[in-house]
């Protein structure tokens, strides 16, 4: 078996010098207003408004750490290309991490205990604390998949502009496309083989481990469709600018050498939504986790 490495000690290359520290974030009262203002469609009523704790700060700076390790281990395991793991989307990644940490604490997301999980096992708090994707099929962002019958989340995904059929990729879309696929054509992913719909007429194998009926699908953090001014700038400014992340001038510059300005901000607000799809992904149990992607496909691909 694997060697567990040590979750406490995530590899310190993977974090820009000037990194922001997940419980500052937390301590900035127009920080968190601003994640309450872009998230708050698929955030459960009332989950993010109670006071934020002296636990809650301490559990998000080693859930920050958690995740670097995890981070590390995804790039380890699932990217085997070793030239890739320098790519300036995981840079970017890493850098805000600590943003991801302090959003899970906020909304959560995670765990009350932290320090008590292993490596392999979920860090993710039960599925009454997200919003049912049926509550906010405009939105954007990246969502979650939960096992009604073994009552484990299995998968992670991302909902962003790409479109099909000329509709905006939604979550209501994208639930909708994964409906289809694990109908039509179960065979083709390791999800859908592995959750095929109850009606299909295709060979799934013996990879089945429940049926796609059974699948709940919810929110992780998502935005409006039309997100609004206000809106972009939470999203695509820095955090010294009013946003919640943080845009380096490495990575800006990297996007902005090809794109026009508006383009930019599209394709940061899909760096965002892999973001989230990731971060809830590493977040995941290991052995009830669907995927084995690496995740951030396009721009791994496109953007190489």
């Not at 790039?75 to 699932?78: F, L």
């Not at 179960?186 to 992913?189: I, L, N």
């Given at each position: 078996e694997d060697q567990e490495p040590d979750r406490l000690a995530p590899d310190v290359t993977l974090v820009a010098a000037d990194a922001v520290v997940a419980s500052e974030l937390l301590r900035n009262p127009i920080w968190t207003d601003d994640a309450r203002t872009l998230f708050g469609d698929t955030i459960v009523g009332g989950l993010a408004d109670t006071d934020?704790?002296?636990d809650d700060i301490d559990r998000a700076d080693l859930l920050s750490k958690l995740l670097l390790s995890r981070l590390r281990r995804l790039?380890?395991?699932?990217l085997l290309n070793a030239?890739?793991?320098?790519?300036?989307?995981?840079s970017w990644y890493a850098i805000n991490i600590p943003v991801m940490a302090a959003l899970m604490v906020l909304f959560k997301h995670c765990v009350g205990n932290v320090s008590c999980i292993k490596m392999d096992e979920c860090l993710l708090s039960g599925p009454e604390n997200f919003v049912d994707v049926d509550e906010c099929e405009d939105h954007m962002g990246a969502y979650l998949v939960f096992d009604t019958v073994r009552r484990v989340f299995c998968r992670s995904g991302k909902?962003?502009?790409a479109k099909r059929n000329a509709a905006p990729r939604t979550f209501g879309v994208r639930r909708k496309e994964h409906e289809e696929d694990a109908l039509n054509s179960?065979?083709?992913?390791n999800f859908h083989s592995s959750y095929p719909h109850k009606n299909t007429r295709c060979d799934t194998g013996d990879a089945v481990r429940g049926y796609f009926n059974d699948l709940n699908f919810k929110a992780a953090l998502g935005w409006k469709h039309n997100v609004g001014p206000t809106g972009s700038k939470i999203l695509a400014s820095s955090i010294s600018g009013g946003g919640l992340f943080v845009w380096d001038a490495a990575t800006l510059n990297r996007l902005g050498s090809t794109k026009s300005c508006s383009e930019v901000k599209q394709v940061q607000m899909d760096l965002v939504a892999y973001l989230i799809e990731s971060t809830y992904d590493i977040a995941l149990e290991r052995s009830k986790n669907v995927s084995a992607s690496a995740g951030w496909e396009r721009f791994l691909l496109e953007f190489a």
């Open positions: 934020i704790s002296q790039k380890e395991k699932r030239d890739k793991h320098k790519h300036y989307a995981l909902a962003h502009s179960p065979e083709k992913s």
